[in-house]
């Protein structure tokens, strides 16, 4: 694994964008796996400001968000797509058929899942995989002991996930008990991936993430056996590394 050790969060967000630009620059067609959460808004709005300034085209580049929270419509403020499109979409010229992301609202759960994980499959896999990283670990919402061998899939999110993320919704009563996540296996098959932490608050994740074993109670330590994988924290999270 490469680490590279940003000053702060600014830092981290810059020298992220300037990876996703360099890749959606040299490439004819490039697919983005993307994810929400606080940590990434900031590269967000760096690849807004050089599309503006550079006018870095996503014409060519297709898009898959890890995962959506269960019931919620994606014209809800807390849905992801919602966040995707304030911060990201609708800043820059990304063709709206190349966006994905799991449909929440579906009927038909499981079948939801399955057709997206094949449409990730169909569109030759992910290139690039933005990450996040929970305090406990998690990668999307791939909780404490979920399957490496899963794919994409329903969980039922952790109390501390959802006390996370309360910080979003009014009440802690309003955070969905359910999302649809792609699964660890569905990351691993990525060809790169970037994991980004900011914050003291990560940085234990961060420690076993690089020091312990590979576990499944620590969904984060499948990356170590990924070829390809970059972390770029700040020195925050990586007080305890
Ligand atoms: O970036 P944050 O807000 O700390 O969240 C960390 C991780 O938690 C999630 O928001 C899910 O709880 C992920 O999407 C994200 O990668």
Redesign the pocket.
Known sequence: MNIIQATNYQDMSNQTAELIIDTVRNNDYVTLGL??????KGTYQQLVKDHQLNQTSYQHVTTFN??EYVGMRPTDPNSYRYYMDQYFFDEVDIPEQNIHIPNGMAEDLPRECARYEKQIDDTNGIDLQI????KNG????NEPGTAFESTTHVVE?AHS?RK??ARFFNHLDDVPTHAITMGIATIMKSKQILL?ASGE??AEAIRKLIHEEVDEHMPASVLRHHSNVTIIADQNALVSA
Do not use: C, Q, S
């Open positions: 994810a929400t959460g606080g940590t990434p890890l995962d990450l996040g990283i929970g998690h990668i999307g919402f999110l996930t996370a993320n980004l608050d990560k």
